[in-house]
């Protein structure tokens, strides 16, 4: 059973310096030494060689798979929305938007965009996501290495795809960039395997520590997707993923919230994790899992508020296996940078039989 890794440097490119949070600007977590630190522990456990020749670079998918989920203005915006910041006299930090719609007048008014400046924060749900210039070309790159990893899933046996996706996506909404997310790389990826490669039924499992507001949003009405979500209760994305949370219309039921109390630890999170997999396992009968794959449950990481411990990511990589499916990893949060590259090797580790158990 063999495990592949789509990376492409290009996520690099996006690196913004500074977010606003609590009324200051700190350092940007979102930060390229996330995936940087997996590779790392890649090499250290033999994944990868020092030249880093196993890993597979993206191929080009074109804008048309992002263009089913989010609408073309949004993709344009993305586009221009730094350029048009620094010629108003916009700092170089980054794009913050300062003036955002009065929701339910905007949603009648969905034609009228905010003009020239409004429109940062028409297309905002946040402050998290700052837009450099890069930022466009690493998002468009992510979803491309996504794409691809669907690619090789779907064509070779028994491998399981690792697609090392920066900046994360799940937050992103169809016209909405927010929680350091641009394009929702996993909502995406779901639906090309669904309409392009034709996989059958698909669940997505978002074991971030955040609920993936953007991901439930695109499928809540559709039995396939199946959608479902472990996450910090009463945290951000705030709006989103209560346990009354389960799709409407054919897509009742088909959406699955079990939010956990902030200092949940390993004993608890894998017996949510265990019923959630039987639960899918059971009813839905997915051909292939896709793991929205974030590592801000780490008791040490500086945004999320569980305190799963090292371990407990071999039990969850174990437990997934256990359902026998082929399996696509995408990397959303964890702001971990000392452990991110030893917690995701965990729960690869299941999947991969020359992965060494740990670097130490
Ligand atoms: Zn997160």
């Given at each position: 059973?063999?495990?592949?890794?789509?990376?492409?440097?290009?996520?690099?490119?996006?690196?913004?310096?500074?977010?606003?949070?609590?009324?200051?600007?700190?350092?940007?977590?979102?930060?390229?030494?996330?995936?940087?630190?997996?590779?790392?522990?890649?090499?250290?456990?033999?994944?990868?060689?020092?030249?880093?020749?196993?890993?597979?670079?993206?191929?080009?998918?074109?804008?048309?798979?992002?263009?089913?989920?989010?609408?073309?203005?949004?993709?344009?915006?993305?586009?221009?929305?730094?350029?048009?910041?620094?010629?108003?006299?916009?700092?170089?930090?980054?794009?913050?938007?300062?003036?955002?719609?009065?929701?339910?007048?905007?949603?009648?008014?969905?034609?009228?965009?905010?003009?020239?400046?409004?429109?940062?924060?028409?297309?905002?749900?946040?402050?998290?996501?700052?837009?450099?210039?890069?930022?466009?070309?690493?998002?468009?790159?992510?979803?491309?290495?996504?794409?691809?990893?669907?690619?090789?899933?779907?064509?070779?046996?028994?491998?399981?795809?690792?697609?090392?996706?920066?900046?994360?996506?799940?937050?992103?909404?169809?016209?909405?960039?927010?929680?350091?997310?641009?394009?929702?790389?996993?909502?995406?990826?779901?639906?090309?395997?669904?309409?392009?490669?034709?996989?059958?039924?698909?669940?997505?499992?978002?074991?971030?520590?955040?609920?993936?507001?953007?991901?439930?949003e695109f499928?809540?009405?559709?039995?396939n997707p199946?959608?479902?979500?472990?996450?910090?209760?009463?945290?951000?994305?705030?709006?989103?993923?209560?346990?009354?949370?389960?799709?409407?219309?054919?897509?009742?039921?088909?959406?699955?919230?079990?939010?956990?109390?902030?200092?949940?630890?390993?004993?608890?999170?894998?017996?949510?994790?265990?019923?959630?997999?039987?639960?899918?396992?059971?009813?839905?009968?997915p051909n292939?899992?896709?793991?929205?794959?974030?590592?801000?449950?780490?008791?040490?990481?500086?945004?999320?508020?569980?305190?799963?411990?090292?371990?407990?990511?071999?039990?969850?990589?174990?437990?997934?296996?256990?359902?026998?499916?082929?399996?696509?990893?995408?990397?959303?949060?964890?702001?971990?940078?000392?452990?991110?590259?030893?917690?995701?090797?965990?729960?690869?580790?299941?999947?991969?039989?020359?992965?060494?158990?740990?670097?130490?």
């Open positions: 059973m063999g495990l592949k890794i789509v990376y492409s440097e290009k996520h690099k490119k996006h690196n913004p310096t500074r977010e606003f949070i609590l009324g200051r600007f700190e350092k940007y977590k979102e930060c390229e030494k996330r995936v940087e630190n997996i590779l790392i522990e890649a090499k250290k456990r033999r994944l990868i060689s020092a030249n880093q020749q196993e890993l597979i670079k993206p191929t080009d998918h074109g804008l048309k798979h992002i263009l089913k989920l989010h609408s073309q203005d949004y993709v344009d915006y993305l586009k221009t929305a730094y350029k048009n910041w620094l010629r108003i006299g916009g700092s170089e930090v980054g794009v913050f938007p300062a003036d955002f719609p009065v929701r339910d007048f905007a949603n009648k008014h969905r034609e009228n965009k905010g003009g020239n400046g409004g429109s940062r924060g028409y297309y905002t749900s946040g402050l998290h996501s700052v837009i450099v210039e890069g930022t466009f070309e690493a998002a468009y790159e992510a979803v491309q290495v996504a794409l691809t990893a669907a690619d090789i899933l779907v064509k070779e046996d028994n491998t399981h795809v690792l697609a090392l996706s920066r900046p994360p996506g799940h937050h992103a909404h169809g016209d909405l960039c927010g929680g350091y997310c641009f394009f929702n790389n996993a909502a995406i990826t779901a639906k090309y395997l669904i309409d392009e490669l034709k996989v059958g039924k698909v669940a997505i499992l978002d074991i971030d520590y955040h609920h993936g507001n953007g991901t439930q499928f809540y009405s559709q039995n199946l959608y479902a979500s472990i996450h910090g209760e009463n945290d951000y994305p705030y709006y989103w993923g209560s346990a009354s949370e389960k799709g409407t219309g054919q897509g009742l039921g088909y959406t699955i919230n079990r939010p956990l109390k902030k200092g949940t630890k390993d004993e608890e999170y894998l017996k949510t994790l265990k019923e959630i997999l039987e639960n899918i396992k059971l009813n839905f009968k292939l899992i896709l793991i929205s794959l974030g590592l801000d449950t780490f008791e040490k990481d500086p945004v999320g508020n569980f305190k799963l411990s090292s371990n407990c990511y071999l039990q969850i990589g174990k437990l997934i296996k256990g359902l026998n499916l082929k399996c696509l990893f995408l990397l959303e949060g964890g702001y971990a940078l000392e452990n991110i590259g030893e917690n995701c090797l965990n729960v690869l580790h299941a999947f991969n039989d020359t992965l060494i158990k740990s670097s130490l």
